[in-house]
T-cell receptor, first 114, second 112 residues
Framework: EAGVTQFPSHSVIEKGQTVTLRCDPI?????LYWYRRVMGKEIKFLLHFVKESKQDESGMPNNRFLAERTGGTYSTLKVQPAELEDSGVYFCASSPGQLGETQYFGPGTRLLVL | QKEVEQNSGPLSVPEGAIASLNCTYS??????FFWYRQYSGKSPELIMS????GDKEDGRFTAQLNKASQYVSLLIRDSQPSDSATYLC????????????FGTGTRLKVLA
């Protein structure tokens, strides 16, 4: 069974540009989470989907971030326009139907905004 | 006060020794706790989950939970150089969703 995959693995963009990150969860997992780790800090929650619905967006930093999960399968996280402080590692995780259980993480996308 | 606290390390132990990693959390209502291992540039991978007070053993790993004192620990017996990684403590939020709250992670170095 394939794990959580993320694309791209690395992205270097200039301030003001747009970047779209993609996450493919484990097949059949209804729950999909986005997290971010900025340099020297802990991994922090961004948002949570159950199927195609946003359950919790409380961690999204501001309205420059837009997440979608069309059809309840893969998810995208778009940053527009990117700022320097958006640099970090963006992780996606998924879990099956029951909340509170183990989350399985992807390898992350390393974003550097110059 | 951070919600989940870990000593960032590095924690250095000789090969074959016991490595002890600690984590404290602030939300007394927390019920679910996880230890993940992360090698540099890789996905966090689950080592152990624990939900009840006491010890839970899996091979060389033992997780210990004490809800009264609000701490969870991970012991690694017979530490190997391949155990050198960052160990992340995660607690499930009780704020209505099931997001993880992470500590900063403890970097473990096992010296050959």
């Amino acid at each position: 069974e394939a794990g959580v995959t993320q694309f791209p693995s690395h992205s270097v963009i200039e301030k003001g540009q747009t970047v779209t990150l993609r996450c493919d969860p484990i097949s059949g997992h209804d729950n999909l989470y986005w997290y971010r780790r900025v340099m020297g800090k802990e991994i922090k929650f961004l948002l949570h989907f159950v199927k195609e619905s946003k359950q919790d967006e409380s961690g999204m930093p501001n309205n420059r971030f837009l997440a979608e999960r069309t059809g309840g399968t893969y998810s995208t996280l778009k940053v527009q326009p990117a700022e320097l402080e958006d640099s970090g590692v963006y992780f996606c995780a998924s879990s099956p139907g029951q909340l509170g259980e183990t989350q399985y993480f992807g390898p992350g996308t390393r974003l550097l905004v110059l | 006060q951070k919600e989940v606290e870990q000593n960032s390390g590095p924690l250095s132990v000789p090969e074959g020794a016991i490595a002890s990693l600690n984590c404290t959390y602030s939300d007394r209502g927390s019920q679910s706790f996880f230890w993940y291992r992360q090698y540099s540039g890789k996905s966090p991978e689950l080592i152990m989950s624990i939900y009840s007070n006491g010890d839970k053993e899996d091979g060389r790993f033992t997780a210990q939970l004490n809800k009264a004192s609000q701490y969870v620990s991970l012991l690694i017996r017979d530490s190997q150089p391949s155990d050198s990684a960052t160990y992340l403590c995660a607690v499930i939020s009780t704020s209505g969703t099931y997001k993880y709250i992470f500590g900063t992670g403890t970097r473990l170095k096992v010296l050959a």
